[in-house]
């Protein structure tokens, strides 16, 4: 048999957009899951670093009438064929006045270094520039000839690293870039400006006037800013919510993860010199290395003997909560960790060592969970505790009310929730076997805590009928109920994580589980309800997962068949 050929539906995580995850099989669309979380995340890309998904800040990224700005200009919708071919770029026509003629987006919640790209062709204006604004003193700017992509001329103030340039994709369009650091989280814009001069005189907000044409200067679309230094590839926005992540923790293929909702309590989970995080004895090098995420925002703590940097939070009693951060190695011999209570005066988790990597260019991501005190909400987080005198690098604090650590929230001045994950599928009747077939997984289980159920339902907000591959935190379960009755239970005790292959298959009076090559047990007793839907994290979200596939068969697999492809 061929097992592509077989299935119905293979979900296999390379294709996505906002709100969706192409499937493999069926190619006309049928198969593709609908995807929902509601706010940004952060995943771990290609190239091993921690990445903002969507990697593009900006909302509405090919439709400048929406949440962009307009001051002394008219943008035209879907006026041209854009880049990528499609009829979706918009007209910029400035009016006839002396005035700023510019269409901006505010950002919030930004710190440190970004890239501005925007792809703009020439209508009847030959010069334009754009721009990346922290404050009234924070800011970069770049003027463009759009007859050739030239750059004219590029200036910063408040900031460094800037840097300007140009690409041609076809068709008179150019994709214009600036970028630089320094942006705060006050203000932070991003601009497109009409100017009749290729030297204009920059300024963030005061800019340069100019009479406008009253006739369409250019066609753009395509806006994006992205985290660093350098300019990363494309990727469309609309409300930038919704967006699945394919990520690829370990260096293995790219996988889906999902997960639940967290909160990071910690403020200012990056910036260690802000006042947020208490010092003593230990003075703070902000932006001195290079971070996980690819930029030079990593602080560089140097202590004396004895000292300490901690952040005091408010927490609840009798919670179970996640403390954790990404440290690397400077000249420091020894560090510690731990976790206080001040209203009881007590360690919640002892001063622990943590430095012992010798290779000063790796970063360690360091975790423990606790349960917090029945008395007492007053607890100091310490990321250096009594710690002998050197340096040490240390980035992306966290606490979080979770058993776990989950990946990492981004923070400044306050708290920041990342919502649930939730892919699924509805309407596909046609594709789930109604009376017999198979569900498998390729997944890594990155906890054992609560259940999460793959599944195969008629209403994945009961669980009134289902056919379900649950993880559970000692066990995982192949599960079949019909009006709310139990049908058939197939329970393998297992409380590890890593990857696993399971293959389910089912008819009436047929049940078997297979996991990575062995048949884990059968059931002959039990019926099989008809499903009409998919959810990957079905019933509950606690569970973390990263799907490396998912396949939907018609028919029930032969047992040898299963055990090939739980081997494969």
């Known amino acids: 048999m061929s097992f592509y050929t077989d ?104 710190s440190g270094a970004y890239t501005f790209s925007v792809y703009v062709k020439k209508a009847n204006s030959r010069y334009v520039y754009i721009k990346l604004v922290g404050n009234a003193s924070q800011w970069v700017a770049a003027a463009f000839d759009l007859n050739d992509g030239t750059l004219t001329k590029s200036e910063a103030t408040g900031w460094t690293g800037l840097s300007a340039s140009s690409q041609s994709v076809g068709n008179g369009w150019y994709k214009l870039i600036v970028s630089g650091s320094g942006a705060t989280s006050v203000n932070f814009n991003v601009g497109i400006q009409y100017t009749n001069t290729g030297t204009p005189t920059f300024a963030a907000y005061a800019d340069a006037s100019f009479t406008g044409t009253g006739t369409i200067d250019y066609y753009i679309w395509g806006a994006q800013v992205n985290i660093g230094a350098t300019v990363k590839p494309y990727f469309p926005t609309t409300d930038r919510l919704n967006v699945p992540r394919i990520d690829y923790t370990g260096g293995n293929c790219g996988s889906l993860l999902l997960e639940k909702q967290s909160t990071n309590l910690v403020t200012y989970s990056e910036q260690f010199d802000n006042a947020a995080w208490s010092k ?37 009693t009798s919670t179970t909560y996640t403390f954790s951060f990404y440290v690397k190695r400077g000249t420091v011999a020894d560090a510690k960790y731990r976790v206080y209570n001040f209203d009881t005066g007590t360690n919640i988790v002892a001063p622990t060592s943590y430095i012992s990597q010798t290779n000063t260019s790796t970063w360690v991501r360091i975790s423990v969970s606790f349960t917090s005190s029945a008395t007492g909400t007053s607890y100091g987080f310490y990321l250096l505790d009594g710690a002998s005198a050197g340096t040490i690098y240390l980035w992306g604090a966290q606490v979080e009310a979770s058993s776990y650590p989950t990946s990492y929230i981004p923070t400044l001045a306050s708290s920041v929730t990342r919502l649930a994950d939730a892919a699924y ?56 109920v019909v009006g709310a009755a139990l049908q058939a239970n197939i329970v393998h005790s297992n409380s590890s994580t890593g990857r696993f292959k399971i293959a389910a298959a089912y008819k009436a009076n047929d049940f078997v589980l297979y996991i990575n090559g062995v048949q884990i047990g059968t059931d002959t007793s039990g019926t099989v309800p008809a499903c009409s839907q998919l959810g990957l994290n079905a019933f509950t979200t606690a569970q973390a997962l990263n799907y490396n596939s998912v396949q939907v068969y018609k028919t029930r697999l032969t047992n040898a068949e299963l055990a090939t492809l739980t081997t494969l």
């Open 7 to 110: 299935a119905s539906l293979i979900m296999f995580p390379s294709g996505y957009k906002e709100d969706k995850i192409y499937s493999l099989k069926p190619t006309d669309g049928s198969g593709d899951l609908t995807f929902t979380r509601a706010s940004t995340a952060t995943r771990v890309n290609a190239e091993g670093l921690i990445e903002t998904s969507p990697v593009n800040l900006l909302q509405q990224s090919e439709d400048f009438t929406t949440t962009w700005n307009q001051v002394d200009l008219t943008i035209g919708t879907n006026a041209t064929t854009a880049p990528n071919g499609t009829s979706t770029a918009d007209s910029f026509t400035s009016a006839i006045s002396t005035a700023n003629h510019l269409v901006y987006q505010l950002l919030s919640g930004v």
């Open 425 to 480: 599928k509805t309407g596909i009747s046609s594709l789930i076997g109604q009376t017999e077939g198979t569900l498998f997984c390729d997944v890594n289980l990155n906890s054992r805590v609560s259940f999460t159920y793959l599944a195969l339902s008629t209403d994945l907000a009961t669980t009134s009928n289902y056919l379900g591959i649950g993880f559970l935190a000692n066990s995982i379960n192949f599960e079949s």
């Open 280 to 316: 003593y004895l230990t003075t703070i090098s902000p932006n001195n290395a290079t971070s996980p995420d690819g930029t030079q925002n990593a602080d560089m703590a140097t202590s004396d003997t004895g000292g300490d940097l901690k952040n005091i939070l408010n927490v609840a």
